[in-house]
C-alpha cells in the first residue's frame, strides 16, 4: 500500500474505532481495497452482521450499507443531512456526524 493511501487507512479505522470503541467487539474490519490514484474501499461489519463500505477518493469519504443484495448510499437511507464530497473528510466534527446517520440507520435495521 502506498504510504499516503496507508495513513488514510489507518486514520479511517482509528476513526471508525474510537466511535464504536464502546463496543470494539462489534467492529470487524473484513477487507481494505487499494484503488488507482490513492483511493481505497473498507469494508468492516458493525454490531456482528451490518455490512459497511467506506469509500475514500481524494480527500472525501462516503458510507454504503449492504441492503437487498447491493450497496446503498448512506444519503439514501436517512432524512439526516449528510455531509459530502470534500466537506465528508474536512474535519472530524464532520466525520462523527456521518458516524452518527451510519450509526442511526444501522440501529434502525
Avoid: C
Wanted: glycine share 6%; charged share 20%.
Amino acid at each position: 500500500m502506498y504510504n499516503d493511501v496507508n495513513y488514510e487507512v489507518n486514520f479511517v479505522i482509528s476513526q471508525i474505532k474510537q466511535f464504536w470503541g464502546h463496543n470494539v467487539a462489534n467492529i470487524q474490519i473484513q477487507k481494505i481495497t487499494e484503488e488507482p490514484y490513492n483511493m481505497f474501499t473498507l469494508s468492516f461489519t458493525l454490531y456482528g452482521n451490518k455490512l459497511v463500505l467506506a469509500e475514500y477518493e481524494r480527500s472525501t469519504l462516503g458510507f454504503y450499507v449492504f441492503l437487498d443484495g447491493k450497496y446503498v448510499g448512506l444519503s439514501k437511507l436517512t432524512n439526516e443531512s449528510i455531509y459530502r464530497g470534500f466537506d465528508s473528510y474536512s474535519s472530524e466534527s464532520n466525520i462523527v456526524h456521518n458516524f452518527q446517520a451510519l450509526d442511526d440507520v444501522l440501529r434502525s435495521m
